[in-house]
């Protein structure tokens, strides 16, 4: 089994799913007592979220390749971080280290291509959504890419950030949430990527007439593919 490095702590939350989803999963695989092998360092929030703001993304780069180098000295085969938003560094992390990142827009948009899906739409931060550093890697490999409305940033990020992050999963917010993916879906998506961790918390399959592709969920069985290879 390869050692499975972890950048965390964006939220602890999201750190937190995917530490029991990789140590479930290799229960579930391998049986017993078997649980993953993994490195993991978890960073201050307060401190990426800060730098985020302030756009100091050259900061965030620092903390977040420095964090990496921990993880692969602590003998990580390959590289997670426990975020979509981040992934905005996600070079200048891989840059930084000697071992791969297993990067969440190609596992993402790989999923969505297996099950037929030409036209996804994407959900998470406001940043995220506004920004098209995630949104292009998807596009890259052949998808069209919707995100919500802008006048629905400000409500997601809110439920995000004042919500799920501190584990608060409300009903209203799942009947905002899934309103939000049936506008996309009347706007041509096929399916829709909780590119939050946090929104897995809060949105389920069931909840969705269309396909639903939850980032953790596919993030931690490609790893588990790979660290089981």
């Known amino acids: 089994m390869q050692t499975i490095g972890l950048i965390g702590g964006m939220s602890w939350e999201s750190s937190a799913l995917y530490y029991e989803a990789l140590n479930r999963g290799v229960e579930q695989r391998l049986g017993g007592f078997r649980s993953a092998k993994t490195a993991m360092t ?105 995100v919500p409305d802008e006048a629905r940033h400000d409500e997601l990020n809110r439920i995000i950030y004042d919500e799920l992050v501190h584990g608060k999963v409300l009903d209203d917010s799942r009947r905002a949430v899934v309103g939000m993916i049936s506008e996309l879906w009347d706007a041509g998506a096929g399916g829709v990527i909780l590119g939050c961790s946090e929104l897995e918390l809060l949105v389920r399959q069931a909840d969705s007439e269309i396909p639903v ?15 089981l290879a």
Do not use: N, Y
Request: glycine share 6%; aromatic share 6%.
């Open 213 to 227: 592709f939850p980032c953790t969920s596919l993030h931690v069985a490609t790893a588990l593919d790979r660290a």
């Open 42 to 146: 978890s960073v201050d929030f307060a401190e990426v979220t800060a730098l985020q703001e302030a756009e100091d993304w050259d900061g965030v780069a620092a903390i977040l390749s420095d964090a990496a180098v921990s993880v692969e000295r602590a003998g990580a085969d390959f590289l997670m971080l426990c975020t979509t938003t981040f992934h905005r560094v996600a070079e200048q992390v891989q840059d930084a280290v000697g071992i791969p990142l297993l990067h969440l827009g190609d596992v993402v948009a790989e999923a969505c291509k297996a099950e037929g899906v030409e036209t996804v739409a994407l959900l998470g931060t406001q940043f995220a959504m506004s920004r098209t550093f995630f949104t292009d890697r998807i596009a890259s490999h052949g998808l069209g890419v919707l």
